[in-house]
Structure formats: structure tokens, C-alpha cells
């Protein structure tokens, strides 16, 4: 930073501490961080517990293969109840790699005689791909359905669910026919398997009525129900604050919590953090096996650590990778290395863009740029782009800064929207707080990894300085901002608040920012340091948030204390204003 801002930097700091520390005085950012970095180690734990698989998500994994063996031959059948409140059509998404036919009430529905390659995707949160779609006409109250198939496919799998919207209800719920289900979560049944004639035109017993036992060719076949299947899962401690997910858990929040002790580490030379992600880093690479086959044989679509075999989003892959590379930039330790450029390859040739190369998602629409994913990817390639030197990764986050200004910006106030929606082409209409903190931290992010000589660094300066100018002029009295930034009714968020003092911190030293954001830096602090509790808790962290049609839909979010989603925000915060305090000194 250039020496004339020094003084007044001082200045600024001198008469900022006498103003707010008048009711009582201020913590040092090292003693307000502290504790919570303590509260995060202490509160992790490692340890796997065994936990009864449930049904996920409305997928009816219908698995043959799990019943009869893969080596099996011939046809078995699976039948099921489909309740329903209304006589109504319903569209469901089916996948299968096995030949087969389904009949609901008596009727044939569904024709899929083939042996297809398994499609089954989750592409969105709650939104699939499947091999083919099927509409039934279901009547209210009970419906039977009938999968009958021949069994010759790799796996012998059926996967069937009804296509919803996110977080809607399904007008459809399933339970077993007949009596002698082991578990609530027991759907289907299974019979089977037929040798002899198994072509779809030879009608087996039970396609025509329902019986516990049938005589068929010499043999007896009665109606089976899968084992339970036990799962290991994350242990969350009881006494935890935070309690619903676990810090151990492979997710964007965790991914950025772990990258802030890290740089905690580093800034208080502190060796605990440091060792604390190392053991987090290990053990998730330790359990990989493991909980790729839950996911992948046990089709445990939300069982731990599915995020990494999903890999369908930057939420799955961009910031849970930030630790990992951080490691690898650190120490060089080359385990880090097929994790790392796995997801890299995801993020860089994987994730949907629009035509203009701009990172997208197809929730709410197809073609939707979300704010967050700047974050969720920018930092990401920076760093890869300083770890191998190629520049490509770098072209690749420039491009992204300054399509995301294009497409979010509000050229009325200079706030991000936290939407571009691909549908409508048009801007969501909330200017949401954290929306704009990821795009502020991901740049800022960007800009301390960049090379000076970058093409487009003197643009992506000006973009992060003049974002950061119009935040200012949104600052409340307590320091803090307001859930939805351009709506003093709304409650003031802690997350925000936290992404913002980085992103003006990291501005000033770098030089892109001038003495004017100092009294913003310091109230900012101010009302950072009074939502962290000296035990370590940290208040009023708005939790994952999709895209709202109105600014109610941010107004009602729930706040939760210590929800990562903001408490890795907090400790780089916190980390950030103990270097500027030392700066200005």
C-alpha cells in the first residue's frame, strides 16, 4: 500500500476506536476469532457412525440386481402401491439398464425392451436426468404398479421418480403391497426369478392377482423385501452448536470454512488450524472408496460425502477443493493431486455455461448465472492458474468476473442481483446480501493471485472498486448490512457484513482502493465483532438460499448460529483485520 494512505489510515483507526468503543471495548480480531476457531475444531468429529439407509429425494430405486444377484437370469417382478390424492396425470422420470415393462392398475404404461445404458443424474438440486419419461394417469387413493423385467444388465437397476419442482411435494407416495413390510421405509416387493419363457408377451402369475405365495413351474415363489442396509455416516456431536451438517462433511461451506483456518493459521502462525485440515484433508481422502460405493452401488444419493460423486454443480466441486489445493500449494504433497485436477477438469469442461462461456446452472431455468458460483469457481482456477502456471485458468476467472458484472449488475445502484434467470432473460429482482458478498470475496480472491501484467487486470480493478464504492453507500449506522441490501427493514446479516470487510481490506492493500474506505473498514468491524459472542458463536448467519421471486422470500430466511455457510466469511474477516491493524500501525 502506497505510504500517503498511511496517516490518514491512522487517523481514521484513532478516532474510529474512540467512537465505537464507547459503550465497551473492543476485542482485538485475534481474541474475537480465537474462540471460534476453537469452537470449530473442538465441535468436528471424524468419527463415521452406522445409520439405517432410508429412502431419499422420492427416487424408488427399484434394484433387482441387489435381490436376485447380478449372475441371475430369467424375470422377477416388483410391485409397489402408489397413493394419490386426486385423479390426476403424473410425470414421472425413469431409468433402467434391464429390459422391462410397467403396468399401473392392471394397464400397460411403459414398453422398455431394450437394454439401455444406465442415465441417471442429478443435474440441480432435486432436478434429473433420466434415460426416458413416462406419464400415469393415476386415480385417488391406491394404485398397484407392476415392473416386471429380465434380468441380463450389468446391474438390473430401475430408478423411478416423480418429476417435481424443488422443494415441492409430490402429489404421489409409495408404500409395499400386502402385509409383512420390515421397515416404514419398505416400498417395494420382489418375486422372482421366472426361468423358462421370459419374453414380456408371457403373462406370469403375479401380473394377474396379488398372493403372498405362487405355484409356478414346479417351484414355490413368495414375495421378498430387502434387507436393511446399514450405512456409515458422519457423527455430529450433541452438545455441537451447529448441528445440521457436519464440518467433516464434503460441501462448498466446509470447503470454505477449512481454506479460512488455513489462512488463519498463516496470519496468527498458529500450527493447530493447520494440523486440523490436514487431518480433515486425510480423512476425506482415507473414507473415498468408502463413500463412493454407498453412492454408487448403494445408490445413497445423500449419503456422506455424495457431493464429490454428484459432481454436477460448482457447489460440488469448486469450493470444497479449495482446501485440498491450498494444501498442495503449501506442501506439495502430491495425494492431494487426483482429487484436486478431478474436480478442476469439472469446473473448467464439465459445469453448463451460456454461449458466452459464462458459468450457469439449470435451476430455476437452464441458463441461470447465480452470483455465488463466482466464488464456487473464480477461486478455484486462480489458484490452479498459480500451481501449474498456465494462464488459461486465469483468462478463464477474468472471464468470469466480468461476465457476472454484465449480466448482475444494477446499473441503478452498482448492486449485484443475485440472478441472471436463463428463461426469462432478464435480472431476480433482490439485491441479496451474501449474493453480492460472494462476488466481492471471489474477486477479491482473484486479485491476489492474478499476475500484474493480466490483460484484463487494470478492468477487473475498476469492477471491484466500483462494487465495493456503491456497498459502501449501503452500510448501516451498527456497521453491519442488511439481509437485502437496498431494504433497511430487512434484518442485518452477519455473512455479508463479513465478505464485504474482506473484500474493502484486501482493496486497500492492494492498492485498488483509497483512504475513503477506512472508516467503512472500522464500523464494519465494529458490527462484525458484536455478533461473535466471546465463547465463540457467531449470530445471525442467513442459511443456503435459492433464488427468491421477491424481496419476502429473503426477509423470511432462517438465520442459524455458526452455519458454515458464513462462519468460514467470519474468520477470514477476522484474519484480514488482524493484517490491516498491523498495516496501519
Not at 417382478?77 to 386426486?86: D, E, L, M, Q, V
Not at 437496498?486 to 465478505?499: G, I, K, L, P, V
Not at 461473535?532 to 429473503?554: A, E, L, N, P
Request: with cysteine; hydrophobic share 40%; glycine share 8%.
Amino acid at each position: 500500500m502506497k505510504s500517503t494512505v498511511l496517516i490518514p489510515l491512522v487517523l481514521y483507526f484513532l478516532v474510529g476506536q474512540t467512537v465505537i468503543g464507547q459503550a465497551q471495548a473492543q476485542r482485538s480480531p485475534r481474541e474475537t476469532v480465537r474462540p471460534v476457531v476453537d469452537r470449530v475444531i473442538r465441535e468436528t468429529s471424524f468419527e463415521l457412525q452406522s445409520v439405517a439407509q432410508v429412502p431419499v429425494l422420492n427416487i424408488q430405486v427399484i434394484d433387482f440386481g441387489r435381490m436376485f444377484g447380478l449372475d441371475r437370469t430369467g424375470s422377477a417382478i416388483a410391485t409397489g402401491i402408489i397413493f394419490s390424492g386426486a385423479d390426476t396425470t403424473v410425470r414421472f422420470g425413469l431409468s433402467h439398464d434391464c429390459p422391462l415393462v410397467v403396468t399401473l392398475n392392471g394397464s400397460l404404461v411403459y414398453n422398455g425392451k431394450d437394454v439401455q445404458t444406465l442415465c441417471f443424474k442429478e443435474i440441480g438440486y432435486e432436478s434429473f436426468r433420466f434415460n426416458d419419461t413416462l406419464s400415469l394417469h393415476v386415480r385417488i387413493g391406491v394404485n398397484t404398479i407392476i415392473i416386471k423385467a429380465n434380468l441380463k444388465a450389468p446391474q438390473n437397476i430401475c430408478l423411478l421418480r416423480e418429476l417435481t419442482k424443488p422443494e415441492t411435494k409430490p402429489v404421489c407416495r409409495f408404500r409395499a403391497a400386502g402385509e409383512g413390510a420390515k421397515q416404514p421405509e419398505d416400498v417395494w416387493k420382489f418375486i422372482g426369478p421366472f426361468e423358462g419363457d421370459t419374453s414380456f408377451a408371457t403373462a406370469l402369475p403375479p401380473e394377474h392377482e396379488y398372493r403372498e405365495v405362487y405355484s409356478y413351474d414346479g417351484r414355490e415363489f413368495q414375495w421378498r423385501i430387502p434387507e436393511p442396509r446399514q450405512l456409515k455416516d458422519f457423527r455430529i456431536l450433541p452438545d455441537a452448536v451447529y448441528r445440521r451438517e457436519s464440518y467433516a462433511e464434503w460441501q462448498y461451506p466446509t470447503g470454505i470454512l477449512m481454506l479460512s483456518l488455513l489462512q488463519y493459521a498463516d496470519a496468527a502462525d498458529d500450527s493447530v488450524p493447520f494440523s486440523f485440515v490436514r487431518h480433515y484433508c486425510s480423512f476425506t481422502l482415507e473414507n473415498l472408496e468408502l463413500f463412493r460405493k454407498q453412492y454408487q452401488q448403494f445408490h445413497a444419493f445423500r449419503g456422506a460425502d455424495h457431493r464429490i460423486f454428484r459432481c454436477s454443480m460448482l457447489d460440488d466441486a469448486g469450493a470444497p477443493t479449495l482446501p485440498f489445493i491450498e494444501m498442495l500449494l503449501k506442501s506439495h504433497d502430491r495425494e492431494y493431486e487426483p482429487l484436486v485436477f478431478d474436480m478442476v477438469k469439472y469446473v473448467s469442461q464439465g459445469q453448463l455455461r451460456r454461449s458466452d462461456s459464462t458459468f450457469c446452472r439449470y435451476e430455476p431455468s437452464t441458463g441461470t448465472v447465480w452470483a455465488d458460483d463466482l466464488f464456487m469457481s473464480v477461486p478455484l482456477l486462480a489458484r490452479m492458474g498459480k500451481l501449474i502456471g498456465d494462464r488459461t485458468y486465469f483468462d478463464d476467472a477474468a472471464r468470469q468476473v466480468m461476465n457476472f458484472h454484465s449480466y448482475l449488475e444494477d446499473t441503478a445502484t452498482g448492486l449485484y442481483r443475485h440472478a441472471w434467470l436463463g428463461l426469462e432473460g432478464r435480472q431476480s429482482p433482490a439485491v441479496w446480501g451474501r449474493a453480492n458478498g460472494w462476488v466481492v470475496w471471489g474477486t477479491s480472491e482473484l486479485l491476489k493471485f492474478l499476475p500484474a501484467s493480466h490483460p484484463q487486470r487494470a478492468l477487473i480493478e475498476n469492477i471491484f472498486r466500483h462494487h465495493l464504492a456503491a456497498l459502501s453507500q449501503y452500510q448501516a449506522p451498527s456497521g453491519l448490512w442488511h439481509q437485502v441490501l437496498d431494504r433497511n427493514d430487512s434484518f442485518e446479516e452477519t455473512s455479508c457484513t463479513a465478505m464485504f470487510l474482506i473484500g474493502m481490506i484486501r482493496g486497500v492493500e492492494l492498492g485498488i482502493l483509497g483512504e475513503s474506505f477506512a472508516g467503512s473498514i472500522l464500523k464494519a468491524w465494529s458490527g462484525l465483532e458484536s455478533r461473535i459472542t466471546r465463547d465463540g458463536i457467531v449470530k445471525d448467519i442467513c442459511r443456503g438460499t435459492g433464488i427468491g421471486s421477491d424481496d419476502d422470500f429473503y426477509f423470511k430466511r432462517e438465520r442459524f448460529d455458526n452455519d458454515p455457510r458464513g462462519l468460514g466469511a467470519v474468520i477470514t474477516a477476522c484474519t484480514e483485520m488482524m493484517r490491516y491493524q498491523k498495516l496501519i500501525k
